[in-house]
């Protein structure tokens, strides 16, 4: 049996009932993993394409033993079940799911980056993860992630409960 790695995942979603994607999108990655912690749920400003609804958004752990292309994979196929529908790229979305870490792994093709590029730049992936780890490292660099210094938009929303065997729950 394959180890397992920590991998930091991020959800979010901006179109219909937001946190219910979310929710839907949590119980599914119980399938393919085991979930750790679960960052408070900020609500955020559009990035990218801003003429649209604002964000929910959160950052999670999940431990599982999958690669990273097939964790990707795994991935978009809870996207598409969740309801995701394709649109232009950072567009609105009912559900998206990014691979922001896989431990301190490092893998560069077209198809996936990881770190996720964009850490850095998004105050709504960036403060949920060092909410969950203020210790992590930036694995192209080493530095601290902690001394990113970012504009905090980030409007706290509401928090996630795992309860065993019931779903995830907001509170």
Not at 87 to 113: K, Q, S
Not at 128 to 141: G, T
């Amino acid at each position: 049996m394959e180890s397992r790695k920590r991998i930091l995942l991020g959800l979010g979603s901006n179109v219909g009932d937001r946190i219910s994607y979310i929710l839907k999108a949590i119980d599914e990655l119980e399938r393919i993993g085991e979930l750790g912690r679960i960052s408070t749920v900020y609500e955020s400003e559009p990035w990218g394409v801003v003429d649209q609804d604002p964000f929910l958004n959160c950052v999670l752990e999940l431990f599982t033993g999958l690669d990273p292309f097939t964790l990707l994979k795994r991935l978009k196929e809870i996207e598409k079940r969740v309801g995701r529908k394709e649109r232009f790229r950072w567009g609105p979305r009912e559900i998206d799911i990014d691979i922001l870490l896989y431990e301190e792994e490092v893998v560069d093709t077209p198809e996936l980056r990881i770190p996720h590029p964009f850490i850095k730049e998004r105050d709504f992936v960036l403060i949920p993860m060092l909410e969950l780890d203020p210790n992590l490292k930036d694995p192209l660099s080493g530095e601290p992630y902690r001394k990113v210094r970012l504009s905090n938009g980030l409007r706290p929303f509401c928090c996630i409960l795992k309860r065993e065997g019931k779903g995830s729950r907001i509170s």
